[in-house]
């Protein structure tokens, strides 16, 4: 495959993706795939989509995780109800996400992608303690069936998350790197983000954001790839800097507007094929 196969983030049947059929016509040879609802994920679907996939020329990367009850409205929200950091429901998922490992494996996917939620920044609070454990846990079930972890950035600053992976301390845990979270979560300079959790990079969404006014406190705003605050041409230089040569996923997430959403992804595909020629010529 080529350097840095562009990608979307897409769904078969529910979540933030676009369909594949819009995958398929936008052109990209990968995706990452937002998680298929439980019933979803039977082995005769993963043979009926792989089949669908192969048709349309399309590989997935990573096989994103994403639960019932997560929800993005507000920063505490988000600190409440995602990933397995809340207590309530971290047992569950992390059953459901072991079921989402395997699906991936049906699907011949060695990556498994997720928001882990807000990891505590103290390393003395027992939450934190908690999500490492759980984070060990399902790190283990990974490698057992040559499965990665990439935990989505954003939600912590670059600093937290790497003291974090140093602490679950194993050798298949990763990053997904999405510099425009950095901006939205107001958890820091994307650029110096990425170039501190660098060496784990394995996986990036290009999505790009403006900062809020009270950053940290309330959103920022999503806004399409190359016009925001992310600086996509110093983000895919310092990539390149970086030695990465995974996929470029492009995130837009407005699944309520597919004709928008189609159309800056559209656009967000050239502005990257732009920078691309710069950078390699
Ligand atoms: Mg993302």
């Not at 676009?18 to 994920?41: F, M, N």
Request: hydrophobic share 40%; net charge negative; proline share 5%.
């Amino acid at each position: 495959m080529e350097k840095w196969p562009i990608g979307v983030f897409a769904s078969i049947d529910a979540g933030l993706g676009v369909q594949l059929s819009v995958a398929h016509e936008l052109g990209v040879p990968t995706i990452q795939l937002h998680t298929p609802k439980k019933s979803s994920r039977t082995p005769e679907n993963a043979k009926r989509f792989l089949q669908q996939l192969q048709e349309y020329g399309l590989t997935i990367t990573v096989v994103f995780a994403g639960f019932e009850g997560e929800s993005y409205a507000d920063i505490p929200t988000v600190a409440k109800t995602v990933g397995l950091v809340p207590p309530e429901t971290r047992e569950e998922r992390k059953q459901e996400l072991k079921e989402i490992a395997d699906f991936a494996k049906l699907l011949g996917v060695d990556a498994v992608g997720l928001h882990i939620g807000f990891i505590p920044h103290d390393r003395q609070d027992p939450l934190y303690q908690d999500v490492l454990r759980v984070a060990q846990e399902v790190c283990d079930y990974c490698a057992n069936q040559g499965q990665r972890i990439h935990l989505e950035t954003g939600q912590e600053s670059a600093d937290t998350l790497l003291q974090f992976l140093k602490d679950v301390n194993r050798s298949n845990l990763f990053v997904n790197f999405d510099p425009a979270n950095m901006i939205l979560y107001g958890s820091g300079d994307p650029i110096e983000a990425l170039k501190k959790v660098g060496a784990y990079v394995r996986s990036v969404h290009c999505k790009d954001a403006k900062w809020a006014a009270q950053a940290g406190k309330e959103w920022g705003v999503e806004v399409p790839f190359g016009t925001g605050d992310v600086n996509a041409e110093l983000f895919l230089k310092t990539l390149a800097e970086l030695g990465y040569d995974g996929a470029l996923t492009i995130e837009r997430e407005i699944p309520q507007e597919p004709e928008r959403q189609k159309q800056e992804i559209g656009h967000a595909i050239r502005v990257i094929q732009e920078i691309k020629r710069k950078i390699f010529g």
